[in-house]
Nanobody, 119 residues
């Protein structure tokens, strides 16, 4: 099994910044793609950013130029640096990771961390 533990959410004023972290732990696994999704009230969960094990990134159009995703493979940790936050960024942010246990790949989710941006 793999556990994803998120940290870094909170309340910030519009224009402010937050940095989310997500650390994967467990045994006998290797991590593939990692990413961040968000779920705002009344909306569908959406992909915010993803990063491959080799560092190729993908960001949603709504966050390009404001958010940056990165990872530390030695620590099995992915980060989301969020700058110029806007009220529409308010949501629960979930970490996602694809991990291989023996020969099979599985999809894992963190517990979610609340990000609230006040106007």
């Amino acid at each position: 099994q793999v556990q994803l533990v998120e940290s870094g959410g909170g309340l910030v004023q519009a224009g402010g910044s937050l940095r989310l972290s997500c650390a994967a732990s467990g045994s006998a696994f290797s991590i593939g793609d990692m990413g961040w999704y968000r779920h705002a009230p009344g909306k569908q969960r959406e992909l915010v950013a993803s990063i491959t094990s080799s560092g190729t990134t993908n960001l949603a159009d709504s966050v390009k130029g404001r958010f940056t995703i990165s990872r530390d493979n030695a620590k099995n940790t992915v980060y989301l640096q969020m700058n110029s936050l806007q009220p529409e960024d308010t949501a629960v942010y979930y970490c996602n990771a694809k991990a291989r246990l023996t020969v099979y790949w599985y999809n894992y989710w963190g517990q979610g961390t609340q990000v609230t941006v006040s106007s």
